[in-house]
C-alpha cells in the first residue's frame, strides 16, 4: 500500500522558483560571471527555468550547463547496479566562475559531494552554490544549500518525489509512504 | 538493462542488446578523453592486469590509457620478460596473478580459446585482447561505434571486409557483430586466404577486391601479415598489392560517400595505399580514439555488475 500526499502544485513550484530566482542574483549581486549547472537528471528541468527566470529578471542570458555524477558516486563499485550513464554538457569554462549547481531534492548530500568533485575537473570556479526545490533533511554529510525552494521535514521511510514537464501543468511535489 | 557477465570473451556470445548497451556506455565516455583533466574517480581501488603473450602497441596501450582514464591501477605483463620463458605454463601464470587479487585480466594469446580457458581458471574478469584466429572483440565494438557514430546506423549498411580473412580474428569478431546488428557483410581476398564454409556465417563471398566493395558504405581493409609471407598465401607483396591494395582507382566501385577503416598496423601500399589512408575518406584514426571510449565501458560495465 503506497500513500500519496502533494505538498506541492505548479503554481507553488513556480513561485518557489521565482523566490529563488531573485535570491540568487540579491546574494550573488547581479549575473556578472554567474553559471547554473543542473545535476543529473532532477535538477536539468529546474536549471534550466531558473536561468530563463534570471534571464528575464536581468535582461541578459545566463549559461546553463548539466552534469552528470554517475561516475563520481561513491556507492558506484558498491551498490551491486550498473548505472546508466547520463550526458554532461558544459559548454563553457568554469574558472573563475560563480556556480550555482541545481538539483530537484537535497537529501544525503552525498550526489552533492560527487557533484562538486566532477565540477572541479572541469575548471576552477570562483565559488559554488547550491540551490534545491526541495531540502527533506537527514543529511550524512556537512553540506547545506544556499537557496531551498522548501523544507520539508520527512522521514526515511518516505519518498519524496518531484514531477516536473516541460509544459508545467501538472508539475507536483508529492510525498510517498510505503506500508 | 545490464551487462550480467564476468567476462568479455567474444562477439559471438553477446546480444543485440548488450552490443547496444557497451556502444551506448562508450559513447557516454567519448567526452572525457577531450577534457582539460581526463580522469574520473570510478574505478578506484581496481587493478587490471594486462596480460599479453603477443606483441601489441595499439591495443594494449589502448586498455592501459581507458583503465586509467578511469582511476584503475593497471599492470602490464609482456610474456618475453615474464616467467613464462623460465617454462611456466599458462594456467599457473594465471593462478599466480589471481593470488595477488587483481580485478579484471585483460588477455591477448595466440592460440585460440586461451581467454575460455583463464576465465574457468580464475574468478576475476576476463576480456580477451585477441585471441589466435579467433575473436578480437575489443576491435569489433569500436569498428562498430566508428560506423555508427559517422553513419547514424549499423543495420542496413554494406560493409566489405577485405585481406587474410582466414587468420583475420578482426574479421570475425566483426563478422559476429554487424551480422547480428542487421548490417550486410561482404569479405572479398584471394582464396588462399578464404576460410572454408565461411559463408555459413551470414556473409557474402568475393575473390576480386571491385566485386567485395561494390556499393559499399564501409570497406575495412584487414593488414597482410607479412610474416605468413612465407607460407605461400600469395606469390609476392607486389602481386597481392596489384589485385587487392585499395587505392583510388578502385574505389570508385564503392558508394561515394565510402568509410574507409584499418584496424592497423597499416602496410603502406601493400593493402592499401597511402592517398586512401590518409584521405578524406579514412577513419583510420578516429577508430583509435573510440577504441579507448570502448575499452572504458567495458572496464565500467563488468567491474559494476557484481
Sequence with gaps: MKKRKVVMDAEGIERSLTRVAYQILEKNKGVEDLVLIGIQTGGILLAERLGKKISAIEGVPIPVGKLDITLYRDDIMRSGKQRALGKTDIPFSLNGRKVVLVDDVLFTGRTIRAAMDALMDFGRPRLIELAVLIDRGHREIPIRADFVGKNLPSSQSEEVLVKLSKRKTSDAVIIEETF | ?306
Design chain 2, 1 to 306: 538493462m545490464k551487462l550480467a557477465r564476468k567476462d568479455l570473451l567474444g562477439i559471438q556470445e553477446l546480444s543485440v542488446e548488450e552490443i547496444n548497451l557497451i556502444l551506448d556506455t562508450a559513447d557516454s565516455f567519448i567526452d572525457i578523453s577531450t577534457r582539460e583533466i581526463k580522469k574520473v574517480p570510478t574505478l578506484r581501488g581496481v587493478t587490471v592486469v594486462n596480460l599479453f603473450y603477443e606483441p601489441s602497441t595499439r591495443t594494449r596501450t589502448s586498455f592501459e590509457i581507458a583503465a586509467k582514464r578511469l582511476s584503475a591501477d593497471t599492470i602490464n605483463i609482456a610474456t618475453s620478460t615474464s616467467s613464462v620463458v623460465k617454462g611456466e605454463t599458462f594456467i599457473d601464470t594465471a593462478r599466480n596473478l589471481e593470488a595477488m587479487n587483481p580485478d579484471i585480466i585483460v588477455l591477448r594469446h595466440s592460440a585460440a580459446g586461451s581467454p575460455h580457458m583463464l576465465s574457468r581458471a580464475v574468478r576475476q574478469s576476463v576480456i580477451n585482447a585477441g585471441d589466435g584466429a579467433h575473436e578480437h572483440p575489443t576491435q569489433a565494438l569500436l569498428d562498430m561505434m566508428t560506423m555508427r557514430e559517422k553513419k547514424k546506423r549499423i543495420s542496413g549498411l554494406k560493409v566489405a571486409i577485405v585481406g587474410d580473412i582466414a587468420h583475420s580474428r578482426v574479421a570475425r569478431s566483426n563478422i559476429y557483430g554487424l551480422t547480428k546488428m542487421g548490417a550486410k557483410v561482404s569479405i572479398g581476398g584471394p582464396i588462399t586466404m578464404m576460410p572454408r564454409f565461411i559463408e555459413r556465417l551470414g556473409v557474402e563471398v568475393h575473390y576480386r577486391l571491385e566485386d567485395a566493395i561494390r556499393n559499399a558504405d564501409i570497406i575495412m581493409m584487414l593488414r597482410i601479415q607479412l610474416e605468413r609471407q612465407e607460407t605461400n598465401l600469395f606469390p609476392s607483396l607486389r602481386e597481392y598489392a596489384r589485385y587487392y591494395c585499395l587505392n583510388r582507382r578502385n574505389i570508385a566501385a564503392a558508394k561515394d560517400d565510402v568509410l574507409i577503416m584499418h584496424p592497423g598496423p597499416m602496410n603502406r601500399g601493400v593493402e592499401i595505399s597511402p592517398e586512401i589512408a590518409d584521405g578524406p575518406y579514412s577513419v583510420i584514426l578516429e577508430q583509435v580514439t573510440n577504441g579507448v571510449a570502448v575499452r572504458m565501458a567495458l572496464l565500467y560495465l563488468l567491474s559494476g555488475g557484481k
